[in-house]
């Protein structure tokens, strides 16, 4: 065994805790976000690409095979009773004590249905939006539940 298969090999356990982890607070969301079709899109890319890559080590082929799927789990996204979950694959879940503040613009589609767009700002420059099938005041409803009152909410109309 080389120390190129070490390497994988812990990359590999790495990658599936996080997965597990990720899985977890998955299950936990209450108020889930539309989901994130690029993630997936990304997904098939990276699929075939490796697919084309003739390899017969079984490390790497698991590696492949975890970033795969952390790949298709990353456009999951939602409101946990205790943190957001975000798209995406590193740092997906934050504490809603961590945000400095949340808009909200409600979008009126032709079909008749409603969605939310939630931009949570976690700092000047770190932001993470959403788009929750839901009218604005159901939204906020199940947000209040979850939301700390320190975080201030602003609401912004379409014009």
């Known amino acids: 065994m080389n120390n190129f298969n070490v390497f994988l090999i812990g990359l ?11 899985l977890y607070w998955q299950s936990k969301i209450q108020v889930a976000s539309r989901y994130a079709v690029t ?3 990304w997904a ?3 699929g075939f690409w490796f697919m084309t890559t003739r390899v017969d080590n ?8 975890i970033f795969l ?3 298709i789990m990353a456009g999951t996204g939602g409101l946990a009773p205790t943190r957001l ?3 995406g694959i590193l740092a997906r879940v934050i504490p809603y004590a961590n945000m400095s503040s949340i808009t909200l613009t409600p979008v ?6 409603e969605w939310v767009v939630a931009v949570f700002a976690l700092s000047k ?5 959403l788009t929750f099938q839901a009218s604005l005041q159901n939204f906020m409803t199940e947000l209040t539940k979850v939301l700390p009152k320190t975080v201030p909410v602003t609401v912004q109309r379409m014009n």
């Open 39 to 41: 993630q997936l899109m």
């Open 58 to 65: 079984l490390p790497y082929i698991v590696f492949i095979s």
């Open 108 to 113: 009126s589609l032709p079909n008749g249905q």
């Open 125 to 129: 420059r770190r932001m993470v939006r």
């Open 85 to 87: 979950i975000a798209n």
């Open 44 to 46: 098939v890319f990276l």
């Open 12 to 22: 590999d356990v790495i990658l599936m805790a996080l997965a597990g982890y990720y």
């Open 69 to 71: 799927v952390l790949s």
